[in-house]
């Protein structure tokens, strides 16, 4: 097993990593011996692994289990879906002192977290992420919330769990294309922060995509470890959060552009890297051997290299509505060699004829 500290002062807590710990009712303990429990999770990840939680949860000591079963899919992220959760605590007369557990991918962490912060006005809360994703990405940073019809993720609050429990095991049952759209920010965190790692990502891939048990834990260590760094800089993201969007400027573009649903985030964001590699390399920031290795990762991964064509000037303008840019500048995250990543806005030229040569006309 792995273990790690997000270092947040007094917001502070533990992610423990392995093969199995579904059902390690000592690291479940610390937070919810002699409590209620109200486990969150949705239709696909309930029937696979509520039980087994559940036993683990009784046997670490927790007064009562519940469990409340949503709806699964990012369409749920809304708030009748939310309501369901209040619904479930409040027929259950849960008080301050319940501890919610998010069993589930990103969609539910996000859910089971936001409604955390806002039941009593904050009770304990713990990530059991069970998607690549939200092991390497959703369950460290403590961003919570659910989506509106006008925007995604729009309605939300920084919260953080009191522990993130990650079971690797999980992942056999988890269908290869959610694989590869965890890969994609597995990658990126090699891109923004460590070479090293993403000698380790480039090596390994087979054994990742084959699920390889002891790679996995130690990829999702590593991520963790990157994004935790990140976030303990700069935890309500005020400057530097934002590299950990390297890719996601052309990658939202991407999704909304295809419509959200058709492309995956994953792998949206997987060619957007490729596409900010193809810009760095004309600003200068990264030879073409730099810009080619990553391309080639991303393939290897089972990512989309090639954009969709959704013409090039509905790319520049579904760009100029990420909610992460400055008053109607466009902000790219770029690459000065890979490792290193900072935000930049980029000449608009440059930007057309790069998405024009790879495609996207
Ligand atoms: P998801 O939660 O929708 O899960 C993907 C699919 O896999 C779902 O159908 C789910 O039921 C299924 N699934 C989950 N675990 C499984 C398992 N072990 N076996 C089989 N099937 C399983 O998607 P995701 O990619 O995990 O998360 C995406 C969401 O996370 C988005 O809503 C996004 O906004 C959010 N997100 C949040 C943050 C953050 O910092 N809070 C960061 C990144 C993404
Ligand atoms: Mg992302």
């Known amino acids: 097993m792995h273990s790690l500290n997000v270092d947040l002062g007094d917001r502070s807590y533990p992610i423990h990593i392995g093969n199995g710990l579904l059902a390690r009712a000592e690291l479940f303990a610390p937070v919810v011996s002699g409590r209620t429990v109200m486990?969150?999770?949705?239709?696909?990840?309930?029937?696979?692994?509520?039980?087994?939680?559940?036993?683990?949860?009784?046997?670490?000591?927790?007064?009562?289990?519940?469990t409340v079963t949503l709806p699964?899919?990012?369409?749920?992220?809304?708030?009748?879906?939310?309501?369901?959760?209040?619904?479930?605590?409040?027929?259950?007369?849960?008080?301050?002192?319940?501890?919610?557990?998010?069993?589930?991918?990103?969609?539910i962490g996000d859910m089971g977290g936001f409604a955390a912060s806002a039941f009593m006005r904050g009770?304990?809360?713990i990530q059991v992420p069970t998607t690549l994703l939200s092991q390497v990405d959703s369950s460290v940073?403590?961003?919570?919330?659910?989506?509106?019809?006008?925007?995604?993720?729009?309605?939300?609050?920084?919260?953080?769990?009191?522990?993130?429990?990650?079971?690797?095991?999980?992942?056999?049952?988890?269908?290869?294309?959610?694989?590869?759209?965890?890969?994609a920010e597995i990658i990126k965190h090699g891109a923004i922060a460590d070479t090293a790692y993403l000698d380790v990502v480039e090596q390994n891939m087979p054994a990742l995509l084959n699920r390889d048990a002891e790679l996995l834990a130690l990829v999702v260590k590593r991520s963790c470890e990157i994004k935790a760094d990140v976030v303990s800089k700069d935890e309500r993201e005020g400057g530097l959060r934002a590299i950990l969007n390297f890719g996601h400027t052309f990658g939202h573009a991407i999704e909304a552009g295809m419509g959200y649903g058709q492309w995956y985030h994953g792998e949206a964001v997987g060619c957007?890297?490729?596409?900010?590699?193809?810009?760095?390399?004309?600003?200068?920031?990264?030879?073409?051997?730099?810009?080619?290795?990553?391309?080639?990762?991303?393939i290897q991964a089972r990512l989309p290299a090639m954009p969709p064509k959704l013409g090039v000037n509905k790319f520049m303008e579904l760009m100029a509505?990420?909610?992460?840019?400055?008053?109607?500048?466009i902000k790219y995250v770029l690459l000065n060699g890979l490792g290193k990543a900072n935000t930049s806005p980029a000449d608009e030229a440059l930007v057309r004829q790069t998405l024009l040569e790879l495609g996207a006309g």
């Open 321 to 329: 509505h990420d909610k992460k840019n400055d008053a109607g500048a």
């Open 123 to 125: 009770i304990p809360f």
């Open 39 to 66: 486990v969150c999770t949705n239709t696909t990840v309930g029937p696979l692994y509520a039980d087994r939680l559940n036993a683990t949860l009784r046997e670490a000591g927790a007064k009562a289990v519940h």
């Open 272 to 298: 957007g890297m490729v596409i900010a590699a193809e810009l760095c390399k004309r600003m200068g920031r990264l030879s073409a051997e730099e810009s080619a290795r990553l391309k080639k990762v991303v």
């Open 141 to 183: 940073g403590g961003k919570t919330g659910i989506n509106h019809p006008l925007g995604k993720n729009m309605i939300g609050a920084f919260y953080q769990p009191q522990l993130v429990i990650t079971d690797i095991a999980t992942l056999n049952t988890l269908p290869d294309r959610e694989l590869s759209c965890g890969l």
């Open 72 to 107: 699964d899919g990012e369409e749920y992220k809304d708030w009748p879906t939310l309501q369901r959760v209040f619904d479930a605590l409040l027929q259950h007369h849960c008080d301050r002192k319940t501890v919610l557990v998010a069993l589930g991918g990103g969609v």
